[in-house]
């Protein structure tokens, strides 16, 4: 009898037309039949193609309901940053220089901007408020008495973004601690000797300071290096999915190349614009004066984890900050929270 009362409830709920609750993004919709189908398509659909995920389908045990829950594009947050050598001139210009690299990285919504040879004196940091209302953080440091080198960085203020340091600065490198939106950063921001004016040792203490500050403050927070390393190497010119594990040809590498790819190896990290098909434009980061001679010398290195989530990084050649070189962006779109974090990951079965 139990058997059959079954089976009869079960062709009872088959014919009853079903009904689909969809929750997303704060909007009900009631949808049956073949708009039930035709949505789910397009929700599947566009799972591949975005952020959307679905994270679970719970199928109540009624005849007329089924309840998918949609993890929405708001678990999410896009923003982007940039690096840049910006070469300041005269010590009389350094505040309206400062002052309009503040307003052009305003301009393209840039979260943060690493900056290098700024040649400001000495260790400061101060609050730059632009016309629009928009306040971004200043930090600096640079030598003492010479006007050489000097690194800096330009952060956005708001509600999302905190920063902890600088928790390490000479006037070649600062490190922060930084929290943008539910993510958790350790940011080393580099400027290497050149490959020419800066001696074998200069470059054996950047690149031993650099080794260092790489080591992680929090469980888990995620590493990314960026900066101008004044190196050369032709795995930057092309899509080679660069992450430190490879062994590839490499016929234009200088010394800062070799050492800047030793990095990589030592930290696994990936160079991030290698990853990208990109016209060659969009990969060189220098230009000399006559406008022939070009080089890339500015790089983003991530972890696996980071490059995961980045959508670009290429050198915008058109935007002017008044300097040899070219801003180079990198795009993200990054978890909020733990839940979004989790990432469904494919178990390999034994071979029998």
């Not at 005849?63 to 940039?82: A, C, H």
């Not at 080198?149 to 601690?177: E, W, Y």
């Not at 990109?278 to 890339?296: A, G, Q, V």
């Not at 989530?309 to 795009?331: G, M, N, Q, V, W």
């Amino acid at each position: 009898m139990e058997a059959a009362w079954n089976t009869k409830k079960r062709a009872a709920n088959t014919a009853v037309q079903k009904s689909i609750l969809v929750e997303h993004d704060k909007e009900v919709k009631t949808l049956t039949g073949d708009e039930l189908e035709s949505y789910y398509n397009e929700i599947k659909q566009q799972k591949k193609n975005s952020n959307l995920q679905i994270l679970s389908i719970n199928k109540e045990n009624c005849r007329t309901k089924e309840k998918i829950n949609v993890y929405s594009n708001k678990s999410f947050e896009s923003w982007k940053f940039g690096t840049i050598n910006i070469r300041s001139g005269k010590e009389k210009d350094e505040g309206s220089k400062i002052y309009c690299i503040a307003k052009q990285v305003a301009k393209l919504n840039l979260t943060f901007c690493c900056l290098q040879e700024v040649k400001y004196r000495g260790i400061g940091s101060k609050l730059i408020v632009l016309d629009s209302g928009e306040e971004y953080q200043y930090y600096w440091c640079g030598m003492k008495k010479k006007r050489e080198a000097g690194v800096g960085l330009l952060i956005k203020c708001a509600k999302d973004i905190s920063i902890d340091g600088p928790t390490h600065q000479d006037p070649r490198i600062m490190c922060f601690n930084l929290k943008l939106y539910g993510f958790s950063i350790r940011l080393v921001n580099g400027y290497a000797p050149t490959e020419t004016g800066g001696s074998s040792n200069q470059k054996d203490e950047f690149y031993r300071s650099i080794q260092k500050l790489c080591e992680k403050t929090e469980k888990h927070q995620k590493l990314i290096v960026s900066g101008d390393f004044n190196a050369t190497t032709a795995i930057a010119l092309q899509k080679s999915e660069y992450d430190g594990s490879q062994i590839l040809s490499d016929e234009i590498c200088n010394d800062n190349g070799g050492r800047l790819k030793g990095l990589c190896r030592n930290r696994r990290l990936c160079i991030s614009s290698t990853f990208f098909e990109l016209p060659i434009e969009n990969r060189w980061t220098w230009y000399s004066c006559d406008k022939h001679t070009k080089k890339k010398n500015d790089y983003v290195l991530v972890e696996k984890f980071v490059q995961s989530y980045i959508t670009s990084c290429k050198a915008e050649p058109d935007i002017d900050f008044d300097s040899d070189h070219r801003i180079l962006i990198t795009e993200l779109t990054t978890p909020k929270t733990r839940r979004a974090r989790w990432k469904k990951r494919s178990v390999k079965k034994p071979k029998n």
